[in-house]
């Protein structure tokens, strides 16, 4: 097999929106081989383009990282014939990523039934804050909202305070990642089963939070439980907990196996615990969690937290780090592991992230950084719709591109 493969190769994606969720899900696809052709607006662009941290130029480092291996183009949606081009790209292309507010696109006439006529087999992919129907599909809907109302938010944070969120916009993420999925999935059917259509995939930000939620649902309509938020531990499964060390560091140690709760406290120095008939299971050691994790700060209290860390390992419980950024980008193990890779950027390297999972044979990689505003208007524009250079001067002239 040629080294250079990737698994989607010869997939071309058409991506009709902005900021995170579904330009994180062509960014996904765009890794793996497909095409992906990314719409912005004519001037500023997409608007994550100026968010967060800026270089000199005024453009987000963040866009580089989510830009990446995508053919910027522009097209003015708020204009008949921007959205006539658009249209007949989307027609040349085998997928269509949107997420504007539900009814947006066919009110432009770039719906699903609109572009089928032509194009038939086009794999059509919506993300909205609450889904294309349902008596909330046309609230707005930002992920941060989402994660509350999909059920993620309320067991995050401590016990009678405010839910917290990590300071990262999860919702959208994994809405991207469900997004993802879902095409390639469709793409799948639709090459095993010739004559197969497009079809819509359908992903709301709620909803994609709802799907984490494990056994939140069948506890609460089996048992009448109610799951709530536990702080910095996991409910039911104990010890799962943060501990703080000498050095002011916190570990995070995960030793609830039986067998694995031994060795803990064996390498505490608390082997009496670990052979108390109370503790000896799960169900034990949940009805006594304030007397093992006291335990188990007393211990981390005493030493730094390389040293916690190396006796857990000798004794192979699971244990690790609270990493930040900086940890990350020197730590043996993720430099092994090929998780920066390094782009050109106005004539600077700069590491970004390599996206998972590894694949052996067809792995992902990074080709260009993200581009800027309309860098692939006259490749786009020539190669698929043959217009010319002049039309696209004329074009750009009167702020369709």
């Not at 809907?141 to 401590?158: D, I, M, P, Q, T």
């Not at 109370?278 to 006291?294: F, K, Q, T």
Request: with cysteine; hydrophobic share 35%.
């Amino acid at each position: 097999m040629n080294a250079s493969q990737r698994p989607l190769d010869g997939i071309r994606v058409l991506e009709v929106g902005q900021l995170l969720a579904g330009p994180f899900a062509g960014s996904m696809l765009a890794y793996y081989g497909a095409e992906v052709i990314k719409v912005e607006p004519p001037g500023s662009g997409d608007p994550l383009r100026q968010w967060r941290e800026l270089d000199e130029n005024g453009t987000s480092w963040w866009w580089r990282s989510l830009g990446r291996n995508k053919k910027c183009i522009t097209a003015d949606l708020r204009n008949e014939e921007g959205r006539q081009l658009v249209g007949k790209l989307a027609r040349k292309c085998d997928v269509l990523i949107e997420n504007f507010r539900p009814g947006v696109m066919e009110k432009w006439g770039l719906g699903p039934a609109d572009l089928w006529e032509d194009n038939p087999g086009l794999v059509y992919a919506r993300i909205s804050g609450y889904g294309q129907d349902g008596p909330y599909s046309a609230r707005p809907g930002f992920a941060s909202v989402c994660e509350g109302v999909g059920g993620l938010r309320y067991v995050n944070g401590k016990p009678g305070e405010a839910p917290m969120r990590p300071n990262l916009s999860l919702g959208d993420t994994i809405a991207g990642l469900h997004t993802a999925l879902g095409i390639v999935m469709a793409c799948l059917h639709r090459e095993r089963n010739p004559g197969a259509g497009g079809q819509v995939i359908d992903t709301a930000l709620y909803e994609a939070s709802f799907n984490l939620l494990e056994g939140v649902i069948p506890e609460y309509d089996g048992a009448g439980v109610i799951r709530e938020p536990s702080g910095s531990t996991l409910t039911g499964i104990v010890p799962t907990n943060t501990y703080k060390c000498a050095d002011g560091k916190f570990i995070v140690i995960g030793a609830n196996g039986d067998s694995i709760f031994k060795r803990l406290c064996d390498t505490m120095g608390r082997s009496g615990m670990g052979i108390d008939p109370r503790l000896e299971n799960n169900a034990g050691r949940v009805r006594h969690e304030p007397e093992i994790d006291a335990a188990i700060e007393d211990w981390t209290g005493s030493v730094d937290s390389k040293t916690a860390l190396h006796m857990l390992e000798d004794a192979r419980v699971p244990a690790g780090p609270i990493n930040s950024v900086a940890d990350m980008m020197i730590d043996p193990h993720f430099i092994a592991r090929g998780l920066f890779e390094e782009v050109d950027v106005n004539g600077k390297p700069l590491k970004i992230p390599a996206m998972v999972p590894k694949m052996s044979e067809t792995p992902g990689r990074t080709d260009w950084a993200g581009s800027e505003v309309g860098a692939f208007n006259a490749e786009v524009y020539g190669e698929l719709l043959g217009l010319s250079e002049t039309e696209l001067e004329d074009l750009k002239t009167r702020g369709v591109l």
